[in-house]
């Protein structure tokens, strides 16, 4: 039985973006490709508020992360690590061959400028890696402080940012607040499918890229550049969820930006003072997402067992991330859900616990 999705991603999906997949195919050299993905980035740009390059990479998230890192990085970067999601972009350096430094802080808090600013004042570093919304604690980094700091005291260090769960749910303001690469894949607040994944570049950003070696191809954004400008990719890219994120680009001007992100908080304001009545709130409360709440299971509940009913409601949630396996679960509010459906989830969790 198809259950809703209450995950951080995939989200549920509204059956006018299902029914764009569904597209007759067009060629990717073909005008009408070039026209659709002109129109998506020109909408992008404008709800992005960038006026650098913008690329659409058939990927999940996590190739453009390593993509950033091959691009902007020659020797050494700081990374933070506050949770799954933001040790995965180290991972993804060291791998590279790239050395880190970490900004360790503890699970459910936030990286903050002041830590940002203690460890670029050592320097060397030439960019700063940072997980805008931390999945796996249910906690936000704040992006726009540490953007501002960096242009202020560092301004030769770039700003990368991994938005995938906070990207479409949340404000982001690239340009005003200096970040240089900022991506996010589509299955997220985007609420469509998975397989592709948007990407800004600042023009500086760009231009370090085309200094550093080994960047390989697929991501290369020289590459992705060269076709960008003729409103194309280099290969052949996933047609059907161009053309769904461009309607939804659409879906999002006509509900309008503030109150979509408006909606998400409604959403997360809801879940949180559930949350607080019944279990406890994992992260800190000062950073806390507005796109998906990690509660803390003080309750010692089987969340196997939950999901297991909720499955039979026709809904689904997320089981904690990694180590907090069990101690946390998770209710994604994000995407195209509205605060009725979360208000009937949580009716449902109340009903099968007994609360
Ligand atoms: C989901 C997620 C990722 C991974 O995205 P993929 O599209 O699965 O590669 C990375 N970072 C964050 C913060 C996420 O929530």
């Known amino acids: 039985m198809y259950k809703k999705l209450f995950i951080p991603g995939p989200t549920h999906v509204e059956d006018e973006i299902l029914e764009a997949m569904a597209m ?18 020109s909408k992008l740009k404008k709800f992005l508020k960038t006026d650098g390059h913008i690329y659409l990479s058939t990927s999940s998230s996590t190739g453009m992360m390593e993509g950033a890192i091959r691009n902007v990085v020659h020797k050494k970067v700081l990374m933070t690590d506050c949770g799954a999601f933001s040790k995965r972009w180290g991972k993804i350096a060291t791998s590279n061959g790239k050395e880190i430094d970490v900004i360790k802080v503890d699970m459910g808090q936030a990286t903050t400028p002041d830590m940002v ?3 670029l004042s050592k320097g060397g570093f030439e960019a700063v890696c940072i997980t805008h919304n931390e999945t796996s604690t249910g906690v936000m980094n704040p992006i726009k402080e540490i953007g501002a700091l960096v242009k202020e005291k560092y301004p030769d260090v770039l700003v990368c940012v991994d938005a995938v769960s906070s990207m479409a749910g949340t404000e982001i303001k690239v340009d005003e607040w200096n970040l240089d690469v900022v991506l996010a894949g589509t299955q997220k607040a985007f609420a469509l499918p998975p397989g592709l994944c948007v990407v800004t570049v600042s023009e500086r950003a760009f231009e370090k890229s085309l200094s550093v070696e080994n960047r390989g191809f697929y991501f290369n954004f020289e590459e992705l550049e060269k076709k960008a400008v003729k409103h194309q990719t280099p290969a052949t890219p996933a047609i059907s969820l161009v053309n769904a994120l461009n309607v939804q680009m659409d879906r999002i001007f006509k509900e309008g930006p503030e109150k979509r992100f408006q909606r998400h908080l409604d959403m997360a304001e809801h879940v949180r003072s559930w949350a607080r009545k019944n279990f406890a709130l994992y992260g800190d409360e000062k950073y ?35 180590t907090l396996k069990g101690t946390c679960f998770r209710i994604a509010h994000m995407g195209d859900l509205q605060l009725a459906d979360v208000q009937w989830l949580t009716d449902q969790i109340d009903d099968i616990l007994g609360l």
Do not use: C, F, Q, W
């Not at 007759?24 to 980035?41: A, K, N, Q, W």
């Not at 709440?293 to 026709?314: C, F, M, Q, S």
């Open 288 to 322: 806390l997402s507005p796109t998906v709440t990690n509660v803390h299971n003080t309750r010692e509940i089987d969340v196997v067992g939950l999901n297991a009913e909720l499955a039979k409601r026709g809904a689904m949630i997320s089981n904690g991330y990694g």
């Open 24 to 41: 007759p195919m067009i060629g990717h050299r073909d005008s009408l490709y070039s026209d659709l993905h002109g129109e998506t980035v």
């Open 117 to 119: 600013d203690e460890y």
